[in-house]
């Protein structure tokens, strides 16, 4: 796997137990230069160490629920870059109002704020991004196995989820005759500051503790080992897919 001098715009760094993180530390290791975005001034003192200690020149705060603020960065990165080879969209956000309630209480606004930070994002990052975007280069986005079955608390997000892995394989179609690739990671469970406002977390760990095939949770680093798979030309003929990765707990019946 040869990553050296390709250039990856990472979304969704909070702090060092982002799944985004890991990835992005993974692609600096193999020499990828990395530019990441950050969704709001609250979490700058937190993710402007993390871009020292990467070595990030660009970076950018940005709200993803803006179309402005996406071309925005989007532009200003385009100054600096000819292309973009991978694009690490690692981004959920749902009201924690709307969050482990009973799905019939879920509102209007908790639902639609969901759908639109957590699935359009990747869709009008994808479409700003297109002209950056070449023959060969690679999109990946996080889901959890809440998009296929119920989970316990993740009501909203199971939605959102549902619908993410739904426009990864939208995306893979309509860019697939440009030679770029889309995919997603459902992961397992892990403990982010996303996960934290979702109850149960720690039950459903327990739980793979004991009847997933490989009996241990997953941790950011097995995150990470994929995303290089998805993103490198090691996948090359792989687009559309969801990969989980959660030490096979989907595939147990119980």
Request: proline share 3%; net charge negative; glycine share 8%.
């Amino acid at each position: 796997m040869n990553m050296t001098g390709k250039k990856a715009l990472i979304l969704g760094i909070a702090n060092k137990h982002s799944i985004a993180y890991g990835i992005a530390r993974a692609l600096k290791e193999q020499g990828v230069e990395l530019a990441i975005s950050y969704a709001g001034a609250a979490l700058a003192k937190r993710v402007h160490p993390i871009a020292e200690e990467l070595g990030v020149e660009q970076l950018f705060e940005c709200d993803l629920s803006k179309d402005n603020d996406i071309k925005n960065m989007i532009s200003i990165l385009a100054e600096e870059w000819d292309r973009i080879d991978y694009i690490v969209h690692s981004v959920a956000y749902a009201p924690i109002s709307d969050l482990n309630l009973p799905f019939h209480h879920i509102s209007r606004h908790g639902f639609l704020t969901a759908m639109d930070i957590s699935v359009y994002s990747l869709i009008a990052v994808v479409r700003e991004a297109d002209l950056l975007l070449q023959p060969g280069s690679s999109v990946i986005t996080l889901s959890y196995y809440g998009a296929q079955k119920v989970v316990p608390n993740y009501g909203i997000m199971g939605a959102a989820k549902a619908a993410l892995e739904a426009s990864v394989r939208y995306l893979a179609h309509s860019m697939g005759e440009k030679g770029v690739r889309v995919n997603a990671i459902s992961a397992g469970p892990i403990r982010t500051l996303s996960s934290a406002a979702i109850g149960g977390v720690a039950q459903m760990q327990r739980r793979i503790e004991k009847s997933a095939p490989l009996a241990r949770n997953i941790e950011q680093e097995d995150i990470a080992k994929t995303a290089l798979y998805l993103l490198s030309d090691l996948a090359s003929g792989v687009t559309g897919d969801i990969v989980f990765v959660d030490s096979g707990i989907s595939i147990m019946a119980y």
